[in-house]
């Protein structure tokens, strides 16, 4: 069923009744860990490195960040790759690990490693819907066995003294509707928090989140908060998700690449009422900038100049940087070459607009096509 535009008066009317709502909340916590804002960073696959996260922080706003799933046996196994994910720093916390797999005993000792190391909260992922993770029996095709996956979650939150969450989907499909018996389960195994995405797996990321199942979720657990999270691109979806579905706290991960100010913003709505406009076409360039120097230092010229293009790409869509340029920079493969083409582009400015108004709103597109095939 399509999304419902609401009028700007009934969004000022809801805006108003959410601002009061969540006034009376207390401070939003996962367990004894409390967090700065109720506004987090969704673990998003390729994006939520460490550091984008100290660029999300800097801006401000964000109450906890997460990283990309982590696979819990190659964490084990001392795979580069594993470890370069969970890579952190002072100013990174509170932070926390998203762990994927199926196997019990590796996925303790996975939490108890990361507990060692100084770790915030360890959240479980089983929400993934792309193939090579579910047919391993990971990710969300944990919500196809509830027996087996809840003592799974039991063993991860009595190893270790750290909170533990999960983040889920809805359910497998529309016939398996499971996340409110998960998380009644969850509650009552010690699990700190839920957070859900609005959708099955078969949907992937098409049609629009069902905030009306999220409300479902909310209802099934009496005292742990639950995170909602899908589609939240603007304050005024985040408004929507807090009225239509009760939730305690919002998580963002394409809406937070499009604008890294969008915390802040949900922050400087839920104190004052109003929001400032995101960063312009100057503040996103030194963005940009930092952001390449922190993956610089992570992992040396070379990689960071191949790894960031990605990134880059949609730093510069935001920007309003003509193609010609941006593919200056896709191209870069030396400092040097990478260096010309943000100098040109700084020379350059927005192909339209100016370098200080306001950029026209980015939508981050996902995934297409069958899941199968992801």
């Known amino acids: 069923m399509a999304d419902v535009e609401l009028s700007e008066s009934k969004l000022a009317e809801l805006s108003q009744s959410v601002r009061a709502r969540l006034a009376k909340m207390p401070q939003l916590s996962y367990g004894t860990l409390t967090l700065g804002s109720r506004y987090l960073l969704s673990p998003l696959a390729g994006y939520t490195n460490l550091p984008f996260r100290r660029i999300v922080r800097e801006v401000g706003g964000v109450g906890l960040a997460t990283t990309d799933l982590v696979n819990a046996r ?35 000792d996975a939490a108890q490693f990361l507990e060692a190391r100084g770790i915030d909260s360890i959240d479980i992922n089983m929400g993934c819907p792309v193939h090579r993770i579910t047919k391993g029996g990971a990710g969300a095709s944990m919500m196809c066995q509830v027996d087996s996956t809840v003592e799974l979650v039991r063993l991860i939150v009595e190893s270790v003294k750290i909170p533990v969450t999960v983040k889920m989907r809805l359910g497998w499909d529309q016939t ?3 996340a409110p018996k998960f998380a009644r389960e969850f509650e009552q195994v010690g699990v700190a928090a839920v957070a859900i995405h609005g959708r099955t797996r078969e949907q992937g990321f098409s049609g629009v989140v069902d905030r009306d199942g999220i409300r479902q979720v909310v209802e099934a657990v009496e005292k742990i908060p639950v995170i909602g999270n899908g589609d939240i691109r603007t304050v005024a979806d985040g408004v929507r998700m807090f009225a239509e579905t009760g939730c305690h706290g919002i998580s963002m991960g394409r809406g937070a690449l499009a604008n890294p100010w969008i915390f802040r913003q949900f922050v400087e709505w839920e104190t004052t009422g109003q929001a400032n406009v995101p960063g312009h076409f100057e503040d996103r360039l030194g963005l940009l900038l930092k952001q390449f120097s922190y993956l610089e230092q992570q992992r040396g010229t070379e990689r960071a100049i191949v790894s960031f293009r990605k990134m880059a790409h949609w730093y510069l869509k935001a920007m309003c940087v003509n193609a010609h340029l941006r593919n200056q920079m896709q191209s870069a493969r030396t400092r ?12 350059r400015g927005p192909s339209r607009g100016s370098r200080t108004g306001v950029l026209p709103e980015l939508a981050i597109p996902v995934p297409s096509g069958p899941i199968e095939n992801w």
């Not at 196994?77 to 690990?97: H, M, N, W, Y």
């Not at 040097?336 to 020379?347: G, L, N, T, Y």
């Open 176 to 178: 398996q509707l499971t």
């Open 336 to 347: 040097e070459e990478f260096v010309a083409a943000v100098e040109e582009i700084a020379v």
């Open 74 to 108: 190659g964490l084990m196994d001392g795979s580069a790759k594993s470890l370069q994910l969970i890579e952190t720093c002072p100013e990174d916390r509170p932070f926390a690990v998203q762990l994927f797999g199926s196997n019990p005993a590796i996925m303790r």
